[in-house]
């Protein structure tokens, strides 16, 4: 199933279904949009006026490859105080994004037929991310993910892929089961790119169960910052100068005003990222009571990031076939579970990065749509 021959990688279904939205909207139809994994708020403006001094600055050239220094301690500030920890400044190494962290950091930990624990669904790209080294994803039922994990683990598994709050399900790995599996033996590698968008109790990094774990994270949903490209990861002090020979090759550096705007959000955007984090909570509320009133069944208890995976198989197994005509005739659009692993087929994602006048119309249509077809 899974390959490194380029022409394997699988497409992202999600992108087809926004590419029939946009379609269907030049024809003067009206789309809901809750597909998309991406906040629907601004940057905040301090973060884009920062980038905008940089650049009159004259902030234009390759940086170091590992970062601006200021903003690698700015990050370490920010983990140091948030999660309670003591990690240096000379272990965070800024990336283009979360995505370039993730290829620099397998190439340098995988080798061909290692292997690599994923949760199933899981994340739509971590599988390319593996396979294009050469090594293969193992999959483990989200459902129990924590529990039966060691039943996977082999003489070839390198490392285990946690993400939580998670990409598609929204829900969260609880501390005693983060703290679990950092105890296993292979490396605990953390993608905690929704930390911060969350309800109730904080997010835990896996740093403060081992100091052995990997971070990667992002400005890309806490700060609304998709399109700034901007990345990092926590690494231990060994895997500082290999990774650093890697993004010198690949990448030379993350933008140098990106970089600058970076700062700014971590010392001065944060209490307009929790107020954006207090808007997902109203509508993660409001969403999941729609999805329960027109019997959609999400997983247990999505508190976190801003989806809601709900199953469909009921109604229809290919949950491409489904968004397709739910999109066609409903007018919304959501993303097929199968972009997320075999258990996420029979599903669909939405995603509550609209309004909240938008969310209730959206599962209006939807249930409205169910109940003709199919009840
Ligand atoms: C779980 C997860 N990790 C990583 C990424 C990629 O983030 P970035 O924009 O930092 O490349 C995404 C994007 O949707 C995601 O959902």
């Not at 994990?149 to 082999?154: G, S």
């Not at 983060?178 to 296993?184: D, H, V």
């Not at 007018?331 to 199968?338: H, N, Q």
């Not at 969310?359 to 409205?368: A, Q």
Request: proline share 5%; charged share 25%; aromatic share 10%.
């Amino acid at each position: 199933m899974f390959s490194s021959k380029i022409e394997e990688i699988q497409p992202f279904l999600v992108m087809d279904i926004l590419r029939k939205a946009n379609d269907l909207e030049r024809d003067g139809k009206k789309i809901v949009h809750l597909e998309l994994g991406e906040p629907d708020f601004p940057t905040p403006k301090v973060i884009v006026e920062s980038a905008k001094k940089a650049l009159k600055d004259g902030n234009t050239h390759y940086t170091n490859s590992l970062g601006i220094l200021e903003l690698r301690k700015s990050i370490s500030d920010y983990y140091n105080e948030t999660y309670n920890l003591n990690i240096s400044s000379n272990r965070v190494i800024v990336t283009n994004g979360t995505s370039p962290a993730m290829l620099i950091l397998f190439k340098l930990l995988l080798e061909i037929d290692d292997e690599v624990i994923i949760s199933d669904p899981h994340y739509a790209c971590y599988p390319s991310f593996i396979t294009c080294t050469g090594a293969k994803p193992v999959l483990v039922p989200f459902k129990n993910f924590s529990s039966e994990v060691t039943n996977y683990i082999t003489d070839k598994t390198k490392i285990i892929l946690i993400n939580s709050p998670s990409n598609p399900t929204g829900t969260r790995l609880r501390k005693e089961e983060i703290e679990k599996l950092s105890a296993l033996h292979p490396v605990i590698v953390s993608d905690e790119i929704y930390h911060g968008i969350s309800t109730g109790i904080r997010d835990h990094s896996a740093l403060e169960f081992s100091d052995n774990s990997v971070v990667i994270n992002g400005f890309s949903k806490f700060f609304a910052m998709t399109g700034w490209r901007l990345g990092y990861m926590i690494v231990p002090e060994c895997f500082v100068r290999k990774l650093e020979i890697l993004q010198q090759n690949f990448f030379i550096s993350a933008n140098p005003f990106v970089q600058i705007a970076g700062i700014t959000a971590l010392k001065e955007a944060i209490p307009e990222a929790k107020l954006m984090n207090q808007i997902y909570t109203k509508r993660r509320k409001l969403a999941l009571e729609g999805l329960e009133s027109i019997n959609l069944e999400t997983r247990p208890h999505p508190d976190g990031a801003f989806y809601a995976l709900f199953n469909v198989s009921n109604f229809e197994k290919d949950s491409m076939k489904l968004a397709s005509e739910i999109l066609t005739s409903a007018g919304v659009a959501l993303a097929p579970g199968k972009d997320f692993g075999p258990r996420g087929e029979g599903h669909l994602r939405l995603s509550y990065c609209n309004s909240e006048e938008n969310i209730e119309k959206g599962i209006n249509l939807i249930g409205k749509f169910l109940k003709e077809k199919y009840l």
